[in-house]
């Protein structure tokens, strides 16, 4: 039996209808997508508050990425669910070049998502590194590097020009024993070479993190070994080993 036109026009209401309610659904769920498959931290700018604080404080304005210095912060893509358009650092690509001047960004930003006073201290702490691969990590095999330590990123060496970064493919090195993450850290103590023996003729050294450390990134944007044998991760705090 066909329908009279009254049923026909009734059946494509309901049909819009489920259309837009599906796709509203679809849009809420799309947030929770990063949640439900635990996706890892982002790391954040200095002095981000706490994530859940963050991503309700953070207005995604992007000053904080307008005053960078080495354009290290990024603003979230549609993948990062309720963290689009939040700005984040990839370390690997670029690191946060923390000896900037009164960290900018926390100046720029104009919510307090990012600020110098943290819970119940002062710290702009982004998270720790931690030695990830320490199989292919050169000190720890008493190698030396030579050459160029990454194709990417820039940094603003002190010895050349403290306020201009270069690229780190137009610096290379030429090192005895790879210290490229102790060497190029911008924080005093934040990280030194250890000792792996007793023996005086041992050149193996380790890198060993210590409370200095507000996991800017530079060590794993400047680790030559691909993947980086130390990485950042976002939101830890420093433990002792």
């Excluded at 960078?68 to 990839?90: N, T």
């Excluded at 090192?175 to 103590?189: H, W």
């Amino acid at each position: 039996m066909i329908p009279s036109p009254r049923e026909q026009e009734a059946r494509r209401r309901f049909l819009r209808s489920a259309l837009l309610g599906g796709g509203v659904v679809a849009a809420a769920m799309a947030g929770w997508l990063p949640v439900l498959r635990a996706h890892a931290l982002r790391l954040r700018p200095p002095g981000a508050l706490e994530e859940d604080e963050f991503l309700a404080s953070c207005i995604k304005c992007g000053q904080c990425v307008q005053v960078c210095p080495v354009e290290a912060i990024k603003l979230g893509d549609i993948g990062e669910g309720f963290g689009v358009g939040v700005p984040h650092i990839d370390a690997r690509v670029q690191a946060c070049d923390f000896s900037c001047d009164a960290v900018q960004c926390i100046l720029a930003c104009p919510t307090g998502a990012l600020t110098h006073t943290l819970s119940k201290k002062e710290e702009v702490r982004m998270g720790v590194a931690r030695l990830d691969k320490p199989e292919i990590c050169l000190a720890r095999q008493g190698a030396g590097f030579k050459g160029v330590a990454r194709a990417k990123g820039i940094h603003r060496y002190a010895e050349i020009d403290r306020w201009n970064p270069i690229p780190i493919a137009d610096h290379p090195y030429d090192l005895e024993l790879c210290d490229l993450c102790v060497r190029e850290c911008p924080i005093e103590g934040a990280i030194q070479l250890v000792p792996m023996s007793d023996d005086p003729a041992d050149k193996r050294r380790t890198p060993q993190v210590n409370q200095a450390c507000v996991g800017c990134g530079m060590c794993e944007m400047i680790c030559p070994t691909e993947p980086a044998a130390i990485v950042i991760d976002a939101r830890k705090q420093w433990r002792a080993a």
